[in-house]
Each structure stands twice: as structure tokens, then as C-alpha cells.
């Protein structure tokens, strides 16, 4: 199960509460583009339009720029492919305050590009800086130990 792109600002910014897996709708040359490692999805965000969610800003080149016609968008809107309850739940949980849905990782699973995604609750400033001290006071444990 590759990866082929990750979004770490997810989390650094939002505490993950559940994850998914979702399927893309994707052109032909687009998951070719995934699969030689050209996709991104750095800054991209999830909204819910008509009960239907649509991965927002993601950056996928086309896999041979020459044989691509010039009416084609790298930044398009994707369709996200969910079954009918997990969409239900999605959309309901992420109405509430603080919830927002975001995507974490591109994989393939079977030859098929997925997009794994978390229903996460916005991180606080204290919370953020509460984080980097837990993580560096775990690096000096480890490092004493190590030198020891």
C-alpha cells in the first residue's frame, strides 16, 4: 500500500478524532501522475456541497503535459467517493462546532488511488505548543537512554 502524498499540517493542526478511506474520482493521466509521485495535497480541505463531499485544492500535474489539452485544471474539484452511511455520518458530525473534515494521506489499495481522511477538531495555540513539549521531552528520554 504506497503513499504517494501526505499532508502533515493536518496534523499539526487538528486532532484526528476518526478516519475514513475514500475513493477519488480521477482522470486516467491524473492517477498515472499520482503514481509516479506528482500529486499534492498540502493546504487542500474537504467541503460538503448537496451531501456529496469534494476534495478542494489538490494539485495534480498532468502525467504527460504535451498530450494534455489546455482547458485542463491541476487544481480542479474531486469528488470523493464514500458509502451512504459513512457520508451521512461525515456531513452530520462535521455540521457541529469545531469539526472540520480533512484529508491526510493519498495511497493506492488495490491499484485504486484512496484518499484517507480525518474528522478533527481544530487544535488551539497552547494546544500546539502543549504537543512540541510532549515530543521534545520524549526526544531528551530517548536520548538519555540511548547514551546510557
Not at 469528488?79 to 493519498?106: C, D, F, T, Y
Amino acid at each position: 500500500m504506497p503513499s504517494y502524498a501526505k499532508n502533515p499540517q493536518a496534523l499539526r493542526d487538528f486532532e484526528i478524532l476518526e478516519r475514513f478511506e475514500a475513493g477519488v474520482m480521477l482522470l486516467g493521466h491524473e492517477v498515472k501522475s499520482i503514481k509516479t509521485g506528482k500529486g499534492s495535497i498540502r493546504g487542500t480541505f474537504i467541503k460538503a456541497v448537496d451531501n456529496e463531499l469534494w476534495l478542494i485544492g489538490a494539485t495534480i500535474p498532468p502525467y504527460q503535459p504535451q498530450n494534455i489539452t489546455n482547458a485542463y485544471d491541476a487544481q480542479r474539484s474531486r469528488k470523493l467517493l464514500l458509502r451512504a452511511q459513512e457520508l451521512n455520518r461525515l456531513v452530520g458530525r462535521a455540521q457541529e462546532a469545531g469539526m472540520s473534515i480533512v484529508p491526510l494521506s493519498l495511497y493506492s489499495k488495490r491499484g485504486l488511488i484512496k484518499l484517507e481522511i480525518g474528522l478533527g477538531r481544530g487544535k488551539k495555540k497552547h494546544d500546539k505548543r502543549e504537543a512540541i513539549k510532549k515530543r521534545e521531552a520524549e526526544r531528551t528520554i530517548r536520548q538519555t537512554v540511548e547514551i546510557d
